[in-house]
């Protein structure tokens, strides 16, 4: 009986040492495989990297004045509703306030596209490797003074959290058309892409806001303190960076609609996509 006893002690503590073995197994085999997969992810940041450093924007007045590459993505981002894998935002500003942003994203993680968007209220020449790529000949946006909007606090602080709240009262929808017809409701994401103060004579404060599906970006919203004849004031400027209708409110009035189609790839026009990029070695 003590025997038989012992022997099924016996048993049970080699299961229970087999079955810490095996999970212990399971766990190294995911803990490689998380290693992997983030080696993979921060290879591709990389490689996304690279390609937005090839670039160089300057003014069309001054050719000489070249705008600033800001090297940290904006944000990184997925959209399995669009069926893209992986993408980054990187942005280029001039004294301060935005002028491009640049989306390079993947459906394969092997072919990247370049979606580009005029930030600016004038034009410019984004050049890569020492070729003209793009040149909008219009403004990529317009500002309009914010209806019964505050007026911008003393500090920055305070101003920032008036910003956030602003940006607050927009909504925005989005019909991806190779998808079907029905809108989806984007959202605002809580925090700005860049929160920026220029260092030009206006001295204006502002932040960029994206409203996503999933995480990509589809519309993007800036709000911006401006000089009028009261002093100064909040103004916005709502944009879309995608081929569809892109639709906007403030509160429950519609504020922007925007269903011309860019794919034509114009290199004049404000938006640009750019299909099968190569990624420069390192």
């Known amino acids: 009986m003590i025997s038989r006893t012992l022997l099924l002690s016996g048993s049970a ?10 999970i212990s197994l399971l766990r190294a085999a995911d803990d490689g495989e998380k290693k992997e997969e983030e080696a993979r992810r921060e290879e591709q940041l990389q490689k996304m990297k690279r390609s937005a450093a090839q670039h160089t924007i300057t003014s069309t007045d001054d050719r000489k004045q070249r705008f600033k590459f800001h090297e940290t993505a904006a944000m990184r981002f997925s959209n399995p509703v669009g069926a893209s894998k992986d993408g980054t935002i990187y ?9 491009a942003i ?13 979606e580009w968007l005029s930030l600016s209220e004038s034009t410019f ?7 003209v790529i793009w040149s909008p000949t219009e403004p990529g946006l317009a ?7 505050p007026k911008p606090a003393e500090s920055a602080v305070e101003r920032s959290r008036q910003i956030k709240t602003l940006a607050g009262k927009f909504s925005s929808t989005y019909t991806a058309k190779f998808l079907d017809t029905k809108p989806h409701e984007l959202r605002l994401l809580n925090q700005p892409l860049l929160r920026y103060e220029t260092e030009d004579v206006s001295r204006s404060d502002g932040a960029l806001f994206a409203f996503v599906q999933s995480t ?3 519309g993007l ?16 400027a709502f944009v879309s960076m995608v081929i569809g209708p892109v639709t906007a409110r403030l509160g429950e ?20 996509q750019l299909f099968r990029q190569p990624v420069p070695k390192e």
């Not at 503590?13 to 095996?22: D, G, I």
């Not at 942005?91 to 002028?99: A, C, E, H, I, N």
């Open 13 to 22: 503590l080699v299961a229970a040492l087999t079955l810490m073995v095996f």
């Open 91 to 99: 942005l280029w500003s001039d004294r301060g306030r935005p002028q």
């Open 102 to 114: 640049l989306k390079i994203f993947t459906y394969d993680n092997n072919n990247f596209i370049h």
């Open 125 to 131: 020449v984004a050049e890569r490797d020492g070729n």
């Open 143 to 149: 500002f309009k003074e914010l209806p019964d909007s």
């Open 216 to 218: 990509a970006p589809v």
């Open 221 to 236: 919203v800036l709000i911006e303190t401006r000089k009028t004849q009261e002093g100064q004031r909040y103004h916005y």
């Open 253 to 272: 009035k519609e504020i922007f609609n925007l269903e011309k189609d860019y794919s034509r790839r114009d290199p004049k026009l404000p938006y640009l």
